[in-house]
């Protein structure tokens, strides 16, 4: 089964990182990717550009409505996602505590929902 890890934080700590900062994340990130890519689960995943460059659609009535930012403000924003496919919960639980943010953010393990 397909989950996708969907990775919040407070992209307010990330708007003027230090190069150092910023390499060390690259790095956590990458670590990530490479031992998930090895054990055969990780399927795809990308980081995500601020919630200012956020565009939410609505259509009403046929009428297409637009507005600026995220659809709901929050403390913490959607900051990028990876897709892994796992046996279990369990195991896509396991492959989410691993992720940097879990550490000072969240990760929110969503099923995929497959179409036949």
């Known amino acids: 089964m397909r989950y996708l890890l969907l990775i919040y934080g407070d992209e307010t700590l990330w ?12 790095a956590a990130h990458q670590a990530f990717s490479d031992a998930t890519t090895a054990e055969g689960i990780l399927r795809g995943g990308e980081a995500l550009q601020p919630t ?31 897709l ?12 989410a505590r691993r992720i940097p943010e879990a550490a000072v953010g969240s990760v929110e393990v969503r099923p995929v929902m497959e179409f036949d």
């Open 15 to 26: 708007t003027d990182p230090t190069p150092e900062q910023m390499a060390a994340e690259m």
């Open 52 to 82: 200012t460059t956020a565009t939410t659609v609505r259509v009403r009535d046929g009428e297409l409505m637009l507005t600026d930012g995220p659809f709901a403000e929050t403390r913490e924003q959607l900051g990028g996602f990876y």
């Open 84 to 95: 892994v496919e796992c046996d279990t919960l369990d195991e896509a639980v396991a492959a």
